[in-house]
Protein backbone atom coordinates (compact mmCIF):
# COMPACT_ATOMS: atom_id res chain seq x y z
CA UNK A 1 0.00 0.00 0.00
CA UNK A 2 2.89 2.44 -0.14
CA UNK A 3 2.79 3.43 3.59
CA UNK A 4 5.87 3.30 5.12
CA UNK A 5 7.09 1.56 8.53
CA UNK A 6 7.99 4.96 10.03
CA UNK A 7 4.88 6.86 9.31
CA UNK A 8 2.75 3.49 10.89
CA UNK A 9 4.97 3.71 14.09
CA UNK A 10 4.59 6.86 14.68
CA UNK A 11 1.05 6.96 13.86
CA UNK A 12 1.36 3.94 16.53
CA UNK A 13 3.08 5.53 19.48
CA UNK A 14 0.58 9.17 19.14
CA UNK A 15 -2.40 6.75 19.30
CA UNK A 16 -0.68 4.77 22.48
CA UNK A 17 -0.05 8.11 23.92
CA UNK A 18 -3.23 9.30 23.47
CA UNK A 19 -4.81 6.29 25.14
CA UNK A 20 -2.66 6.22 28.20
CA UNK A 21 -3.56 10.14 28.87
CA UNK A 22 -7.14 9.36 28.59
CA UNK A 23 -6.78 6.05 30.94
CA UNK A 24 -4.90 8.22 33.26
CA UNK A 25 -7.73 11.16 33.44
CA UNK A 26 -10.42 8.14 34.34
CA UNK A 27 -8.29 6.77 36.92
CA UNK A 28 -7.48 9.93 38.67
CA UNK A 29 -9.72 10.43 41.68
CA UNK A 30 -11.44 13.45 42.04
CA UNK A 31 -10.68 16.05 44.54
CA UNK A 32 -11.93 16.66 47.50
CA UNK A 33 -11.19 19.34 50.35
CA UNK A 34 -10.03 16.47 52.34
CA UNK A 35 -7.87 15.19 49.02
CA UNK A 36 -6.29 18.20 48.54
CA UNK A 37 -3.90 20.32 50.12
CA UNK A 38 -4.12 24.10 49.24
CA UNK A 39 -1.51 26.48 48.78
CA UNK A 40 -2.85 29.91 49.37
CA UNK A 41 0.05 31.97 47.72
CA UNK A 42 -0.20 36.04 49.40
CA UNK A 43 -2.57 36.07 52.14
CA UNK A 44 -3.50 37.72 55.47
CA UNK A 45 -3.73 35.80 58.78
CA UNK A 46 -7.32 36.69 58.27
CA UNK A 47 -8.18 34.76 55.58
CA UNK A 48 -12.06 33.18 54.67
CA UNK A 49 -10.57 30.95 52.09
CA UNK A 50 -7.92 29.07 54.41
CA UNK A 51 -10.08 29.12 57.59
CA UNK A 52 -13.01 27.78 55.54
CA UNK A 53 -11.26 25.50 53.78
CA UNK A 54 -9.59 24.13 57.25
CA UNK A 55 -13.01 24.27 58.57
CA UNK A 56 -14.40 21.43 56.08
CA UNK A 57 -11.11 19.75 57.04
CA UNK A 58 -8.48 20.21 54.32
CA UNK A 59 -5.12 21.12 55.28
CA UNK A 60 -3.23 24.03 53.56
CA UNK A 61 -0.16 26.18 53.76
CA UNK A 62 -0.13 30.07 53.69
CA UNK A 63 2.54 31.60 52.20
CA UNK A 64 2.61 34.99 53.90
CA UNK A 65 5.16 37.39 56.01
CA UNK A 66 6.90 35.82 58.39
CA UNK A 67 7.01 32.64 57.79
CA UNK A 68 7.04 32.72 53.96
CA UNK A 69 8.34 35.49 51.82
CA UNK A 70 6.99 35.41 48.69
CA UNK A 71 9.29 37.98 47.55
CA UNK A 72 12.75 35.64 48.75
CA UNK A 73 14.84 33.34 46.42
CA UNK A 74 13.99 30.53 47.86
CA UNK A 75 10.16 30.48 47.78
CA UNK A 76 10.38 28.77 44.70
CA UNK A 77 11.69 25.69 45.94
CA UNK A 78 9.99 25.82 49.12
CA UNK A 79 6.54 25.64 47.82
CA UNK A 80 7.73 23.17 44.96
CA UNK A 81 8.90 20.62 47.53
CA UNK A 82 5.52 21.16 49.79
CA UNK A 83 3.64 20.35 46.74
CA UNK A 84 5.54 17.15 45.55
CA UNK A 85 5.80 15.64 49.12
CA UNK A 86 1.85 16.07 48.84
CA UNK A 87 1.56 14.82 45.33
CA UNK A 88 3.95 11.83 46.38
CA UNK A 89 1.53 10.58 49.00
CA UNK A 90 -1.45 10.67 46.42
CA UNK A 91 -3.20 14.25 47.21
CA UNK A 92 -4.01 16.71 45.12
CA UNK A 93 -2.32 19.97 44.93
CA UNK A 94 -4.28 23.49 44.39
CA UNK A 95 -2.41 26.94 44.37
CA UNK A 96 -4.46 29.98 44.54
CA UNK A 97 -2.37 33.21 44.14
CA UNK A 98 -3.46 36.84 44.70
CA UNK A 99 -0.32 39.12 44.55
CA UNK A 100 -0.19 42.38 46.72
CA UNK A 101 -1.26 44.88 43.65
CA UNK A 102 -1.34 48.19 45.50
CA UNK A 103 1.50 49.20 43.05
CA UNK A 104 -1.27 48.73 39.85
CA UNK A 105 -3.75 50.17 41.65
CA UNK A 106 -6.18 52.71 39.75
CA UNK A 107 -5.76 55.27 42.48
CA UNK A 108 -1.97 54.37 42.77
CA UNK A 109 -2.15 55.56 38.88
CA UNK A 110 -3.72 58.74 39.32
CA UNK A 111 -2.04 59.51 42.47
CA UNK A 112 1.29 58.89 40.66
CA UNK A 113 0.87 61.90 38.21
CA UNK A 114 1.93 64.94 40.32
CA UNK A 115 3.63 63.57 42.67
CA UNK A 116 7.29 62.38 41.41
CA UNK A 117 7.93 60.54 44.86
CA UNK A 118 4.91 58.61 44.99
CA UNK A 119 5.50 57.90 41.19
CA UNK A 120 8.61 57.08 41.93
CA UNK A 121 7.71 54.41 45.17
CA UNK A 122 4.86 53.02 42.32
CA UNK A 123 7.37 51.88 39.78
CA UNK A 124 9.28 50.51 42.94
CA UNK A 125 6.14 48.33 44.13
CA UNK A 126 5.95 46.96 40.61
CA UNK A 127 9.23 46.21 39.74
CA UNK A 128 8.54 43.47 43.55
CA UNK A 129 5.42 42.53 42.07
CA UNK A 130 7.07 41.49 38.93
CA UNK A 131 9.35 39.58 40.60
CA UNK A 132 6.91 37.98 42.96
CA UNK A 133 5.30 36.68 39.51
CA UNK A 134 7.96 35.50 37.82
CA UNK A 135 8.55 33.00 41.04
CA UNK A 136 4.96 32.10 40.41
CA UNK A 137 5.24 31.34 36.69
CA UNK A 138 8.33 29.22 37.86
CA UNK A 139 6.26 27.49 40.49
CA UNK A 140 3.48 26.71 38.01
CA UNK A 141 5.87 25.09 35.66
CA UNK A 142 7.52 22.95 37.67
CA UNK A 143 4.39 21.55 39.08
CA UNK A 144 2.93 19.93 35.79
CA UNK A 145 0.61 17.46 35.97
CA UNK A 146 -2.97 16.26 36.46
CA UNK A 147 -2.53 16.67 40.24
CA UNK A 148 -1.98 20.36 40.43
CA UNK A 149 -4.04 23.49 39.35
CA UNK A 150 -3.40 26.76 40.35
CA UNK A 151 -5.60 30.39 39.83
CA UNK A 152 -4.72 33.98 40.42
CA UNK A 153 -6.69 36.83 40.65
CA UNK A 154 -6.49 40.32 40.82
CA UNK A 155 -8.87 43.18 40.78
CA UNK A 156 -10.24 43.48 37.26
CA UNK A 157 -9.15 46.84 36.64
CA UNK A 158 -5.84 46.01 37.82
CA UNK A 159 -2.57 47.62 35.77
CA UNK A 160 -0.88 44.47 36.49
CA UNK A 161 -3.07 42.71 33.61
CA UNK A 162 -1.86 45.84 30.74
CA UNK A 163 0.50 43.49 29.17
CA UNK A 164 2.52 46.40 28.30
CA UNK A 165 3.28 47.44 31.59
CA UNK A 166 3.68 43.55 33.22
CA UNK A 167 4.99 41.33 30.08
CA UNK A 168 5.25 38.65 32.48
CA UNK A 169 1.04 38.46 32.93
CA UNK A 170 1.22 37.16 28.90
CA UNK A 171 2.96 33.99 29.64
CA UNK A 172 1.04 33.43 33.17
CA UNK A 173 -2.14 34.01 30.93
CA UNK A 174 -0.67 30.86 28.29
CA UNK A 175 -0.16 28.68 31.67
CA UNK A 176 -3.82 29.93 33.51
CA UNK A 177 -6.31 30.24 29.65
CA UNK A 178 -9.93 30.18 31.57
CA UNK A 179 -10.63 33.60 32.60
CA UNK A 180 -13.74 35.22 34.57
CA UNK A 181 -14.56 38.19 36.21
CA UNK A 182 -16.91 38.40 38.80
CA UNK A 183 -18.47 41.39 40.64
CA UNK A 184 -18.12 41.17 45.18
CA UNK A 185 -21.51 42.55 45.33
CA UNK A 186 -23.38 39.50 43.70
CA UNK A 187 -21.90 37.41 46.45
CA UNK A 188 -23.24 39.49 49.13
CA UNK A 189 -19.69 41.84 49.62
CA UNK A 190 -21.57 45.11 52.20
CA UNK A 191 -19.81 47.82 53.89
CA UNK A 192 -21.05 48.61 57.56
CA UNK A 193 -23.97 49.82 56.43
CA UNK A 194 -25.03 46.84 54.41
CA UNK A 195 -24.52 48.65 51.40
CA UNK A 196 -23.41 46.47 48.61
CA UNK A 197 -19.61 46.76 47.26
CA UNK A 198 -19.01 46.42 43.50
CA UNK A 199 -15.68 45.00 43.98
CA UNK A 200 -14.68 43.58 40.12
CA UNK A 201 -12.23 40.65 40.56
CA UNK A 202 -10.84 39.05 37.37
CA UNK A 203 -9.34 35.40 37.85
CA UNK A 204 -7.25 33.09 35.82
CA UNK A 205 -6.94 29.61 36.28
CA UNK A 206 -5.96 26.36 35.01
CA UNK A 207 -9.38 24.53 35.51
CA UNK A 208 -12.51 25.68 33.24
CA UNK A 209 -14.64 24.90 36.35
CA UNK A 210 -13.30 28.35 37.24
CA UNK A 211 -16.13 30.10 35.09
CA UNK A 212 -18.46 29.02 37.77
CA UNK A 213 -17.31 32.15 39.34
CA UNK A 214 -18.71 34.61 36.95
CA UNK A 215 -21.26 35.94 38.93
CA UNK A 216 -22.05 39.88 38.21
CA UNK A 217 -24.12 42.74 40.31
CA UNK A 218 -27.67 41.43 39.54
CA UNK A 219 -28.94 45.12 39.82
CA UNK A 220 -28.11 46.88 42.77
CA UNK A 221 -28.93 50.63 42.36
CA UNK A 222 -26.07 51.87 44.93
CA UNK A 223 -22.97 50.67 45.74
CA UNK A 224 -20.19 51.48 48.37
CA UNK A 225 -17.50 53.56 47.37
CA UNK A 226 -14.11 52.18 48.01
CA UNK A 227 -12.19 55.41 47.66
CA UNK A 228 -10.30 56.98 50.50
CA UNK A 229 -11.45 54.24 52.56
CA UNK A 230 -8.40 52.05 52.90
CA UNK A 231 -9.56 49.96 56.18
CA UNK A 232 -12.42 48.64 54.03
CA UNK A 233 -10.48 47.89 50.65
CA UNK A 234 -8.36 45.80 52.90
CA UNK A 235 -11.11 43.91 54.61
CA UNK A 236 -12.38 42.48 51.05
CA UNK A 237 -9.21 41.44 50.47
CA UNK A 238 -10.17 38.57 52.86
CA UNK A 239 -13.41 37.56 49.87
CA UNK A 240 -16.61 37.53 52.14
CA UNK A 241 -18.18 33.92 52.86
CA UNK A 242 -20.39 33.34 50.27
CA UNK A 243 -17.57 33.87 47.69
CA UNK A 244 -15.19 31.48 49.46
CA UNK A 245 -18.07 29.14 49.39
CA UNK A 246 -18.73 29.30 45.89
CA UNK A 247 -14.90 29.73 45.34
CA UNK A 248 -13.40 26.22 46.93
CA UNK A 249 -15.49 24.02 44.53
CA UNK A 250 -14.13 25.75 41.95
CA UNK A 251 -11.13 25.31 42.51
CA UNK A 252 -11.37 21.50 42.94
CA UNK A 253 -11.91 21.46 39.35
CA UNK A 254 -9.83 19.22 37.16
CA UNK A 255 -7.05 20.97 34.78
CA UNK A 256 -8.21 21.00 31.27
CA UNK A 257 -6.65 18.28 29.18
CA UNK A 258 -4.13 19.41 26.66
CA UNK A 259 -3.39 22.62 28.74
CA UNK A 260 0.67 23.03 29.13
CA UNK A 261 2.39 23.84 32.10
CA UNK A 262 5.81 23.16 30.65
Not at 96 to 111: D, E, F, Q
Not at 217 to 223: S, V
Request: aromatic letters at 4%; one cysteine or more.
Amino acid sequence: HNVRPKFIHRVLKQEIARKAEVCTAQAQTKPTVQTTHLIEYCCGNNSLLMKNWERQGGKGTRVSLPQLDAEGPKIVQRIVDIAKKEIRQGRHVRMHVALPCKSWSKIGRIGAVPNPETAKTIKKGQRKSRKMLKHVIEIIKKLQGGHFACSFEWPEGCDGFDLKKCPEMRELMKLLPFDTRCHGCAYGLVDDNKTPIKKPWRILSSCSSIKQMGHKCPGHKDHAQLVGRPKLLSRTENYCPRLVRKLIPALLGLPARGVRLT
